[in-house]
């Protein structure tokens, strides 16, 4: 049920990617989570590995755009993956903890990604 959820969360993302407001890309790091529009990611901001207890995956993208508009694609499109919505920046998947940490930066927003285990 997971891995079709993941496959028709991915169809959506690649059939919006055709749109002007969709998602420009995903996060080097990490395979299928996107990047909202208007941010890009930051150069050697990635680091992944796997841990006894599970992977950990860090990274982080900017751009000149609201917290707010951030946070709702995130809280839709995520559920499409297979995420489910704890708070506004916390989303669990299976065992894994995503967190989003949004903190403007001047006129930029920088998001940082943190993905680990429960």
Not at 21 to 29: I, M, N, Q
Not at 64 to 86: D, M, N, S
Not at 96 to 111: H, K, N, Q, S
């Amino acid at each position: 049920m997971r891995k079709l959820r993941l496959l028709i969360g991915v169809l959506t993302l690649l059939v919006a990617a055709r749109s002007p407001a969709a998602a420009e890309g995903f996060l080097s790091a990490v395979e299928d989570l996107p990047l909202a529009p208007g941010l890009t990611e930051m150069a050697d901001s990635a680091l992944s590995f796997d841990t006894p207890a599970g992977r950990i995956v860090e990274g982080a993208a900017r751009g000149p755009v609201e917290a707010a508009a951030i946070l709702k694609f995130y809280g839709a499109t995520l559920p499409q993956l297979g995420w489910t919505r704890e708070d506004d920046t916390r989303f669990r998947r299976e065992t894994e903890i995503l967190r989003l940490e949004p903190t403007a930066e001047g006129r930029m927003l920088v998001v940082r990604f943190t993905i680990s285990p429960e």
